[in-house]
């Protein structure tokens, strides 16, 4: 048997994962999108040169103004307007760049969204099964709040301000000396060097956050959703102390966080103050000596507190980046889980067909050492109804999952209308599926969207002829809501049968070529079964029907029935015939009739002849 394939993405490290995000940037195709790309970037360039000049006519001003001689009132007015003017065109172009750039952030975010939405549902149920819905959930959230703070605050706050850095250091030497371009240089240095260390320290303990904070909701969201039970044994308190525990656990890591975010904030106040009082100092000597104007003071100044005051924020900038590349990282890993069940390139579409079915000498393990099917072969013939018996774990319900493709086999082959259904596209083989679960499980919506998902461009008429297939049409009208009634989460607010007469019309609505029962009638009673077995023979008749059966009286008209004991089939053929040979077909039979006898109609069996695999 094969093992199943390893799909662990390994990590990505930040430049990977800036990568993965800049073709999301500059879409192939888009001529609209890189438009505004370089749309933004240059009202970037224009707002950032206005940004570094208003100091420059700040101190033409300051000058005119205290040389102490009489000056030209025109010249300052012209000053002020230029300055004025700068000020505002800063403003402006910034405000132009986030107009022209909010388009492209918010479809970086919707085109990564749904490509990692589509791509969770084409992973195979073995992924599904392992996940943590919960976890699963935050991590998608905060990847999403991760791309569009990197976009927001690294292209337009971290890189403008490096670049506003160089250009102020060059105008400070240009003006005065090297020496002052040395001091900003090595000060803000210090400061982005003592914020990057730190900050890599500091990660752990927001590493650590995030885990017990995705912890906690998955608890939170496993427990909710599974009410029922948490009620049935009176687990409320177990609930709550698991629930607490996780939060103890998240409430410690951020105690953490937050005291090294003061030693941090402390250590760049220090480096700040430093380069302040050093810069401040020179400028106010080179007044005194006369090198340099009272203007030239002010510009150093200005030049300053347009500096620090950005590199405040940077910290916190620099900070939250981290943790949105982390987050960014956990979102494309699950991109990069490969698919374990994938269509061949320029795989066709499913052949038309009758819907004829043939298992050939299939062999499957979910696990190595764990086999489950070892070398069923069998045939439904279009028109024809198959039912799969047998007890629990025999492989019953594996044979469907193998069947919808869900997994692969292991070996042999599983072929609709001659096509192995490896060949063909998976949508194909789907559509021409149609399942009725023993486990129904609907959607948080009205029961008419819920019958309707079976063909959702079906029209009313149709949603309410499957409901009367299904006889559920007089129990939907007897509803205050009719068939807007919401049926709450997974269904909760409708009983066992009800849901499973609302996956019974939803399945007719599909109208597929292949039918196939999943102990479909095992929550109804047994006159509303007797009625929907009725009305699936209706629906069905001319159709390849697969049923995997709980109550035997239900498949006696059966075509063909299969007994599955470990993987195999020890029995075949039609209900009278079984019985007569007296095997372990006519040994069920017998039990389950002393069972309902006693009084358990319906009741399972002794061998635990319920769902399987």
């Known amino acids: 048997m094969q093992p199943a394939p390893d799909t662990r993405p390994a990590a990505k490290g930040d430049w990977s994962t800036i990568r993965t995000l800049m073709p999301y940037l500059w879409p192939v195709g888009q001529t609209a999108i890189r438009a505004r790309v370089v749309a933004a970037v240059l009202c970037l360039v224009v707002a950032k040169l206005a940004t570094v000049y208003v100091p420059i006519l700040y101190k033409d001003a300051v000058d005119l103004i205290s040389d102490g001689t009489d000056f030209a009132i025109t010249a300052l007015i012209s000053i002020v307007i230029g300055y004025g003017l700068l000020r505002v065109a800063q403003q402006a172009f910034g405000e132009f760049r986030e107009f022209f750039f909010a388009r492209v952030a918010q479809r970086a975010i919707r085109t990564v969204a749904l490509k990692t939405f589509r791509h969770l549902h084409a992973l195979s149920l073995r992924f599904h099964l392992d996940r943590q819905t919960g976890g699963l959930s935050r991590a998608i959230e905060r990847g999403v709040k991760g791309i569009e703070f990197l976009l927001s605050f690294m292209l337009f706050s971290i890189l403008p301000t490096l670049i506003e850095i160089a250009m102020v250091c060059g105008i400070l030497w240009y003006f005065f000396d090297v020496w ?24 752990k303990f927001r590493r650590r956050m995030n885990e017990q904070d995705q912890s906690a909701n998955t608890r939170a969201i496993d427990s909710l959703l599974n009410f029922e039970t948490v009620k049935y044994f009176g687990n409320e308190q177990h609930e709550a102390d698991r ?10 890591a951020a105690v953490a966080s937050r005291s090294s975010l003061s030693l941090l904030n402390v250590g760049q106040g220090f480096i700040i103050a430093g380069g302040l009082i050093a810069l401040m100092a020179m400028a106010g000597y080179g007044v005194k000596s006369g090198a340099m104007t009272v203007g030239d003071f002010v510009m150093v100044n200005t030049y300053l507190i347009q500096l620090f005051l950005p590199l405040n924020f940077l910290g916190f900038v620099y900070r939250e980046m981290k943790q949105s590349l982390a987050d960014m990282e956990a979102m494309f890993r699950l991109l990069d889980v490969a698919r374990e069940i994938a269509d061949r390139s320029e795989a066709p579409a499913l052949s038309a067909g009758r819907g004829r079915v043939e298992f050939d000498d299939v062999r499957f393990a979910y696990r190595e050492d764990r086999p489950i099917l070892q070398g069923i072969s069998f045939a439904v013939e279009p028109g024809q109804t198959v039912a799969i018996v047998g007890p629990s774990g025999a492989g019953k319900s594996t044979i469907s999952r193998l069947l919808f493709r869900f997994y692969d086999v292991s070996d042999g082959a599983v072929r609709i209308d001659g096509d192995d259904i490896r060949d063909v596209t998976q949508q194909s083989v789907r559509a021409a599926l149609g399942i009725v679960p023993q486990d129904t499980v609907l959607f948080n919506d009205t029961i008419y969207y819920n019958i309707a998902y079976g063909r959702p461009e079906a029209p009313p008429s149709e949603v309410e002829a499957a409901a009367r ?14 068939y807007q009634t919401s049926v709450g989460e997974r269904g909760l607010k409708l009983s066992g049968g009800e849901k499973q007469r609302v996956a019974i019309a939803r399945t007719i609505l599909k109208d597929p070529r ?3 029962f999943d102990e479909a009638t095992s ?28 109550r035997l009286s239900t498949i006696v008209d059966a075509d063909q029935i299969l007994v599955l004991e470990a993987g195999r089939i020890v029995e075949r053929g039609r209900h009278a015939a079984l019985l007569a040979r007296g095997g372990t077909y006519a040994a069920m039979w017998r039990r389950q009739q002393e069972s309902r006898d006693a009084g358990g109609e319906g009741a399972e069996p002794a061998d635990g002849v319920v769902a399987a695999v």
């Open 469 to 482: 297939h299904a006889s559920i049409h007089d129990f939907i009208m007897s509803l205050p809501d009719g």
């Open 180 to 203: 002052y371009a040395v001091v900003t240089f090595v000060t803000i240095g210090g400061y982005i060097g003592f914020t990057m260390v730190v900050t890599e320290w500091r990660l």
């Open 243 to 252: 629930y607490d525990g996780a939060l103890r656990r998240y409430e410690d």
């Open 523 to 550: 929550a109804l009673d047994s006159h509303t079964e007797q009625a929907i077995q009725e009305s699936l023979r209706e629906v069905s008749r001319g159709r390849t029907t697969l049923v995997i059966a709980h």
């Open 514 to 516: 292949i039918y196939v």
